[in-house]
């Protein structure tokens, strides 16, 4: 089966670090990706990661953990327009199939 | 450059009747995706083509949904007999190869549609 979890809703203040977490149990992983959606938007890429370890890109960054089935994706010096859904989705690839498996998405709300 | 452009941007039918959604891949864009959000939900996949061809309709729901991809460029999901359960927004998105198995091949999604069924 397939199953991502991720926290359902988080909060934070401008300026702040915030980590979203993400876990995974999924029949064939070729990558994990973030995705931010404004709402009533569509997703955007924000970042991916195929190795374990830490990703940086600007003021995101995202881990992961294969033999764990974790990952995190961290954003550093919060911003109000930072406010929006994450969505964590893993890249399940085989012959006959290409596709992302999506989490719920959590939505965060930053803070003045 | 142009992203992946969908149309209509909203679709407000009655119940039983027939719609299509359009999608317009990024252009040198093999692969092409259709997914199903729901209100507060992830996006759900619901199939993939590369090129002409369905590679993989696995996440239809049922067959009153349709793809087709004539082309290899333009994608029209065709719903038939719509319900008030098909109501939510209908995402495309490309990416340049797919089933390629490279981890970097990204998927660009377009705005999407929003359908509502009455």
């Known amino acids: 089966g397939q199953n991502i979890d991720q926290p359902t809703e988080m909060t934070a203040t401008e300026g702040a670090i915030v980590q979203i977490n993400c876990t995974y149990q999924?029949?064939?992983?070729?990558?994990l990706f973030w995705y931010q959606q404004h709402a009533g938007e569509a997703p955007t890429f924000l970042s991916y990661?195929?190795?374990?370890g830490l990703e940086e890109k600007g003021r995101f960054s995202s881990f992961l953990s294969r033999s764990k089935g974790y990952s995190y994706l961290l954003l550093k010096e919060l911003q109000m327009k930072d406010s929006a859904s994450y969505l964590c989705?893993?890249?399940?690839?085989?012959?006959?199939?290409?596709?992302?498996?999506f989490g719920t998405g959590t939505r965060l709300q930053v803070f003045p | 450059g142009a992203g992946v452009s969908q149309t209509p941007s909203n679709k407000v039918t009655e119940k039983g009747k027939y719609v299509e959604l359009r999608c317009d891949p990024i252009?040198?864009?093999?692969?092409l995706y259709w997914y199903r959000q729901s209100l507060g939900q992830g996006p759900e996949f619901l199939i993939y083509?590369?090129?002409?061809?369905?590679?993989?309709d696995s996440g239809l729901p049922n067959d009153r949904f349709f793809a087709v991809r004539p082309e290899g460029s333009v994608s029209t999901l065709k719903i038939q007999r719509t319900e008030r359960g098909d109501s939510a927004v209908y995402l495309c998105?490309?990416?340049?190869?797919?089933?390629?198995?490279?981890?970097?091949?990204?998927?660009?999604f377009g705005p999407g549609t929003r359908l509502t069924v009455l």
């Open positions: 999924t029949s064939g992983f070729n990558g």
């Open positions: 998105a490309s990416s340049l190869k797919g089933g390629a198995g490279l981890s970097t091949d990204t998927q660009y």
């Open positions: 989705a893993v890249r399940v690839y085989a012959y006959n199939t290409d596709k992302l498996i």
């Open positions: 990661n195929v190795l374990d």
């Open positions: 252009s040198g864009h093999t692969a």
């Open positions: 083509f590369q090129g002409t061809g369905a590679a993989d």
